[in-house]
């Protein structure tokens, strides 16, 4: 299983190795380690949740390429490329590929749809759990910079009532509420559900104190 993942990752690598938005293989190799502590209590195949772990992110470097969004599912040839190339087992390609396209659905979107997986469910959370806390924060910032958003503008409205993926936040502060602070709510299973808690304090406690210094209060 090791030598499997191994080889997806070589090929992510080559995939990946351009992205500066925070979406590189630290981030998937985060994800992978936070999936496999969710499926110790929360059941799912290892198989499955690892090799869509690695390779959940195909799209963003097409997304850079074109200049627009670009759906997880654009991403599908590729990944299944890289899954045979692997050697991965053939019967359960079909779950890696839904668990990639669908780990972008939102409860919080206008047409949001819910996972129906456990496989689904534990991407889910584990690639969101690793948008919040400090990680979070970083990359969210990591992601502004590369994009040309800007920290913060107070003159705007900082929650809309539906978080659009296809629009870039009119701050990097803008996104917190648009999407990062959602995301505790959003979680599937009980043990991400957990872990969010701490990470989503932070976070808020984050966004108070940049908004004090910001104003000269601190």
Same mark, same amino acid.
């Given at each position: 299983? /090791? ?6 990752a ?5 995939? %990946? !190795?351009?992205?500066?938005?925070? =979406? ?9 380690n936070?999936?496999?502590? @969710?499926?110790?209590?929360?059941g ?9 772990a690695?390779?959940?992110d *195909? =799209?963003?470097?097409m997304?850079? /390429?074109s ?8 991403? @599908?040839p590729?990944? $299944? !490329?890289?899954?045979?190339? #692997?050697?991965?087992?053939e ?5 890696v @590929?839904?668990?990639?396209? %669908?780990? $972008?659905e939102y &409860?919080? $979107? +206008?047409?949001?749809? /819910? *996972?129906?997986?456990? $496989? ?5 959370? #584990?690639?969101? %759990?690793? *948008? ?10 990591v992601?502004?910079g590369?994009?040309g ?8 409205e900082e ?9 870039? *936040?009119?701050?990097?502060? =803008? ?6 602070? !959602?995301? +505790?709510?959003n ?6 559900k ?10 808020? &406690?984050?966004?108070? !104190?940049?908004k ?5 209060? %601190?």
């Amino acid at each position: 299983m /090791e030598q499997v993942f191994n080889k997806i990752a070589k090929g992510m690598e080559g995939v %990946l !190795r351009v992205d500066s938005s925070g =979406h590189d293989m630290h981030h998937a190799w985060r994800v992978f380690n936070l999936a496999m502590k @969710l499926i110790e209590s929360e059941g799912g195949d290892e198989l499955v949740v690892g090799a869509a772990a690695l390779t959940h992110d *195909a =799209h963003r470097v097409m997304k850079a /390429e074109s200049g627009h969004f670009v759906s997880p599912g654009d991403s @599908l040839p590729t990944v $299944e !490329r890289i899954l045979r190339e #692997a050697g991965f087992p053939e019967d359960k390609i079909a779950s890696v @590929l839904h668990c990639v396209e %669908l780990h $972008e659905e939102y &409860g919080f $979107e +206008k047409d949001g749809r /819910e *996972a129906d997986t456990i $496989e689904l469910k534990v991407i889910q959370d #584990a690639d969101n %759990l690793d *948008a919040i806390g400090a990680v979070g924060v970083a990359r969210c910032f990591v992601f502004g910079g590369a994009h040309g958003v800007a920290l913060w503008n107070p003159e705007v409205e900082e929650q809309q009532e539906h978080y659009d993926k296809t629009k870039l *936040a009119p701050s990097s502060i =803008h996104h917190f509420y648009d999407k990062l602070f !959602r995301l +505790k709510d959003n979680m599937n299973t009980s043990t991400a559900k957990k872990m969010a808690e701490g990470r989503h304090e932070y976070m808020v &406690g984050f966004a108070e !104190r940049f908004k004090k210094e910001w104003k000269g209060e %601190l």
